[in-house]
Structure formats: structure tokens, C-alpha cells
């Protein structure tokens, strides 16, 4: 006996950096939060981040 499955169709989803709506996978173990663009922003960002000194950073 087998069960044919369908595959799990794409979401659409709002980006919460930008607020562009982009496509993602159905079957998505992680859902996405972020465009592809503003996740490599976002990586390099903090791909970068052990360069940032404490003098550098605004004081609240």
C-alpha cells in the first residue's frame, strides 16, 4: 500500500526588517524572518560583529 503525499505548498510571509512579502518553503524545518536580502545584511552585520569596540557604540 502506498499514500501519495502532496508536497506542502509556499507561505507567504512579510519580511520584519523591510515589511517586503517573500515566499517560503512549506516544508521549512526553521521559518524565515527575514527577506534573503536583509539576511545577508544581517549575517555580514554580524559576521562583523567582534570588530565593534565599546567606544564605538552610542551611551542611552
Request: with cysteine; net charge positive.
Amino acid at each position: 500500500m502506498v499514500i501519495y503525499v502532496d508536497a506542502p505548498k509556499p507561505k507567504i510571509v512579510k519580511c520584519k526588517d523591510c515589511g517586503k512579502e517573500f515566499e517560503q518553503k512549506g516544508s521549512a524545518r526553521y521559518p524565515r524572518k527575514y527577506c534573503k536580502k536583509c539576511s545577508e545584511i544581517r549575517k555580514k552585520d554580524y559576521e562583523d560583529l567582534w570588530k565593534v569596540k565599546a567606544e564605538d557604540c552610542d551611551d542611552a
